[in-house]
């Protein structure tokens, strides 16, 4: 079980920062001292910090290895690369304002990218879902051509409502699932993130602290997974909490009936935690394989000495949303047919009803009768086919074809305003 957007995939690695690149040592006296032929072959003062000192309006920090502004001879101050000097000006630009574009810029790129994710590709997930747990199904929809086809049946007949369904609901479950991670990684020893610096123990102590995550968010989990695959034709005007109270309800035994078919979290533990555990781990993997590639193709593409402030910024945001949409693909893809399992596991005995996926109206009952993860996988083999896995995985490409759209638009959109304000 994973959340739309994963969380960070911060755990498996490090992200180091400059201060942990570079050798910091003792601080030495200031930049006066290493003037004095006794110190100079002794002290080397670090470079200046644009924007550290007090400064009025106009006035620039000197570069590295020149004397102060109050020495006349000192030669004249050549622009820092990237920026100016103290008032952090880009191309003759105020730096506060150019400062706060490429914050805002910024921002606007994470949260173009967080709307896809669990906003705009939501229709994709309800329609995933449902061909994951049709049984009935003759037609896959392993292709986005069907997929789209059955979009518009559904929202022809249905409406729009139909396709964002349960959508709040995966908002909750996100929520219980970094709440309860960061309460447990507080009343216990376990580590919420791994240090550069790990061994063994360190990463299996982090990795029981997903378990135990997956493990507490698994009820409420189940609860947003009906919510997406109920049919829309026979369900019930749901508040925002349903999702909560179902998920205490099926901890403690209470709520809507279910059938003797329904499968105790018990047995549920095992399928959900392997699945987490397994998208925390691959996603992790890839994206520290992309973002080292990314670095290393800026490294060598782009000099220093040569790269533009509008390439620079973009080499600053841009590798980390690639990675993490990278990572997030191959996972999805690698653990489709564990997650099918999954869900019709989660989704047995709780009398739901579901669209049907091959007409694109009509509905369709779930009374399936698994007798654990392994029956599943069987049964599934034997009656569906190996492609009976994948049921479904055209909403997939769609959904991550859009992904991609999307930050193609933001970078260019992006590109342009840095431009426009050198």
């Given at each position: 079980m994973q959340p739309r957007r994963p969380d960070g995939f911060d755990g498996l690695g490090y992200r180091g920062s400059a201060r942990d690149e570079r050798g910091f040592g003792v601080a030495f006296p200031a930049r006066s001292f290493s003037s004095g032929p006794e110190l100079g072959h002794w002290v080397t003062t670090p470079p200046d910090i644009p924007g550290s000192r007090n400064l009025h309006w106009g006035e620039k920090s000197p570069p590295y290895g020149v004397p102060a502004p109050s020495t006349p001879e000192g030669p004249a101050e050549e622009p820092f690369p990237g920026g100016g000097g103290g008032g952090g000006s880009l191309g003759g630009v105020p730096g506060p304002s150019t400062e706060q574009l490429s914050r805002f810029a910024g921002f606007g790129i994470g949260l173009a990218s967080l709307f896809t994710e669990n906003v705009l590709a939501h229709p994709c997930i309800v329609l995933r879902r449902q061909c994951q747990v049709n049984y009935h199904a003759r037609h896959y929809h392993l292709t986005p051509f069907t997929v789209i086809n059955i979009m518009y049946s559904f929202n022809k007949t249905q409406g729009p409502r139909a396709l964002w369904k349960g959508m709040g609901s995966t908002f909750i479950v996100q929520g219980v699932t970094l709440g309860a991670e960061g309460i447990i990684s507080e009343f216990t020893p376990l580590p919420r993130e791994v240090s550069h610096k790990w061994n063994p123990k360190q990463i299996g102590e982090h990795l029981l602290l997903k378990s135990?995550?997956?493990?507490?968010?698994?009820?409420?989990?189940?609860?947003?997974?009906?919510?997406?695959?109920?049919?829309?034709i026979i369900r019930d005007n749901t508040?925002?909490?349903?999702?909560?109270?179902?998920?205490?309800?099926?901890?403690?035994?209470?709520?809507?009936p279910h059938s003797k078919r329904l499968l105790p979290l018990l047995s549920l533990i095992f399928p959900t935690?392997?699945?987490?555990?397994?998208?925390y781990i691959i996603s992790s993997i890839i994206q520290k394989i992309v973002l080292l590639i990314l670095k290393r193709k800026t490294y060598h593409g782009h000099p220093a000495e040569s790269t533009s402030p509008v390439q620079s910024m973009l080499d600053a945001y841009f590798p980390e949303l690639i990675a993490n949409f990278a990572a997030s693909l191959c996972s999805d893809v690698i653990l489709y047919p564990l997650e099918t399992v999954l869900h019709?596991?989660?989704?047995?005995?709780?009398?739901?009803?579901?669209?049907?996926?091959?007409?694109?109206?009509?509905?369709?009952?779930?009374?399936?009768q698994y007798e654990g993860m392994r029956d599943c996988i069987n049964t599934i083999k034997q009656e569906e086919g190996m492609l009976g896995f994948y049921k479904g995985f055209g909403a997939v490409i769609i959904q991550y074809t859009l992904h991609a759209a999307v930050l193609q638009i933001t970078k260019i959109i992006y590109s342009t305003l840095l431009q426009n304000s050198v």
């Open positions: 135990l995550t997956y493990i507490v968010a698994m009820p409420f989990y189940s609860a947003s997974l009906i919510e997406t695959v109920q049919s829309e508040g925002i909490l349903e999702c909560v109270k179902e998920g205490i309800g099926r901890v403690i035994g209470l709520g809507v935690v392997l699945h987490g555990v397994l998208h019709r596991l989660h989704i047995q005995g709780t009398r739901t009803i579901i669209d049907n996926t091959d007409l694109g109206y009509e509905v369709l009952p779930i009374n399936t």
